[in-house]
């Protein structure tokens, strides 16, 4: 698992972690595309939804899951992220 999103996920658990975190959401306009910081899908696109949530864009959104899925899928495989409530999983 990446070293970097686990950081940024114990960073949210901090006292003040969190609302630094939004502070950052904040700069970013509701529907902006980013590059994921961290997790399976470091350095792929996302377009933001869920202002809020954080774990999206930062990559740390279902840490377990991601490996899960990174885990079982090889090259050239297809996924496909049904009733996807923000489309994270690719």
């Known amino acids: 698992m990446d070293i970097k999103a686990k950081i940024i996920s114990g960073a949210g658990k901090i006292p003040g972690g969190d ?3 939004r502070a950052i959401a904040r700069r970013y306009k509701e529907g902006s595309v980013v590059r994921i910081g ?3 899908a470091k350095g792929l ?3 933001r939804s869920h202002r809020y949530v ?3 864009w930062l990559g740390i959104y279902e840490l377990e899951l991601q490996a899960c899925i990174a885990n079982e899928l090889k090259a050239g495989d297809i996924f ?3 009733g996807a409530n923000a489309g994270f999983f690719l």
């Open 54 to 56: 954080n774990g999206y």
């Open 19 to 21: 609302k630094f975190l």
């Open 38 to 40: 961290a997790g399976e």
């Open 80 to 82: 496909f992220d049904i």
């Open 45 to 47: 696109l996302w377009q």
